[in-house]
């Protein structure tokens, strides 16, 4: 295996770094750019700050998050990279005492709205004074505000990785991080090495009609009742057991999920049933009578409720039912 040396002592900074990148730090908060939907600014790493006297040092439109600055150094170079001509690195320098837990990271604020994955490519190698060696005592890990997503430890290149943020929309501090697993003076420089960043768009959702069946047909809102009952259809291509009672809405009022076994979030042998006997499955789910009540009007309507499945699919169907009577008063 060929392996191509960054530095013979850690990088051109390896020794360079001190006061000075106190300033570095400064200038790259106060050139923190708008961020933007859809895309990392430049994710790709192939711009950097020109900074006197350490050009290079950080990829613009990212800020320099340096605990123990002392201890590590970045850099923009091209010895190694998978998209464009450049990527961004972290290392720790040579001959330097580690304590376990030290640290230095690149970071940056990104809209993940209606993002479903951020992807990197990533290289952890180590250097001695003019060999390849080994990549261990340190960790590579991406965070979003400050919570770690992705770790690795192994000397390698990776390519492709996916770290899951559909979950995270709005503003997020992303980090890129490497870290000492150890305590020690390592003859070794630990370099983590990363390009093409890059967001990955959620699917649009697909909207599915179905068929519902609400019971009672006639809502007597002067009832004591305790319950509304729909039992939903899918279409053919799709299965009851994927839908989620904690995603079901009548006219906009959540399902009901609770300890009981028909009543719960997933698919049970209490909610899965064929109700009206067309050897089609149906999911039941149970709504407060009084809540749905609030919003309903005496006279015939017709109430819509809707479902998510997974790979952002959205059921809708609709009945019509008759509302009758009033809260509190009597039947008509």
């Not at 030290?102 to 970071?107: A, E, L, R, T």
């Not at 999911?283 to 309507?301: C, E, H, I, Q």
Request: proline share 5%.
């Amino acid at each position: 295996m060929t392996h191509t040396n960054i530095h013979s002592r850690a990088g051109p900074m390896a020794d360079k770094h001190g006061l000075s990148i106190r300033y570095l730090a400064l200038f790259v908060v106060l050139l923190w750019p708008a961020v933007s939907a859809a895309e990392v600014p430049n994710g790709s790493f192939e711009q950097a700050y020109t900074v006197t006297p350490y050009p290079d040092s950080v990829p613009q439109f990212w800020r320099l998050k340096n605990p123990d600055h002392t201890m590590f150094g970045s850099q923009v170079t091209p010895v190694w990279k998978t998209e464009g001509v450049r990527s961004t690195g972290l290392f720790s320098r040579y001959g330097r005492s580690f304590t376990a837990g030290n640290s230095q990271g690149i970071c940056q604020l990104v809209d993940l709205t209606g993002m479903a994955a951020l992807v990197f490519d990533v290289r952890l190698a180590a250097y001695g004074s003019t060999v390849y060696t080994w990549f261990d005592n340190f960790e590579a890990a991406v965070l979003v505000d400050d919570r770690v997503l992705w770790t690795q430890t192994a000397d390698g290149t990776y390519v492709d990785q996916q770290v899951n943020i559909s979950q995270l929309p709005g503003l997020h501090r992303v980090e890129l991080r490497s870290t000492a697993k150890n305590s020690g003076k390592f003859n070794v420089a630990y370099w983590v090495q990363w390009d093409n960043l890059r967001l990955v768009k959620m699917p649009e959702e697909t909207i599915i009609e179905g068929v519902v069946d609400v019971d009672p047909n006639t809502l007597n809102l002067a009832s004591q009742g305790k319950w509304i009952t729909c039992y939903i259809e899918l279409p053919d291509g799709y299965d009851v057991n994927d839908i989620d009672a904690g995603t079901v809405t009548l006219e906009n009022i959540g399902a009901y999920t609770g300890e009981e076994g028909w009543a719960s979030a997933g698919p049970s042998a209490g909610n899965i049933t064929d109700h009206d006997g067309d050897r089609v499955m149906e999911r039941m789910v149970k709504f407060d009578r009084s809540a749905v009540g609030d919003v309903l009007k005496p006279g015939p309507v017709t109430v819509t409720v809707m479902a998510k499945l997974p790979n952002r699919t959205v059921m809708h169907a609709t009945d019509a039912i008759k509302v009758i009577g009033s809260k509190g008063g009597n039947s008509k």
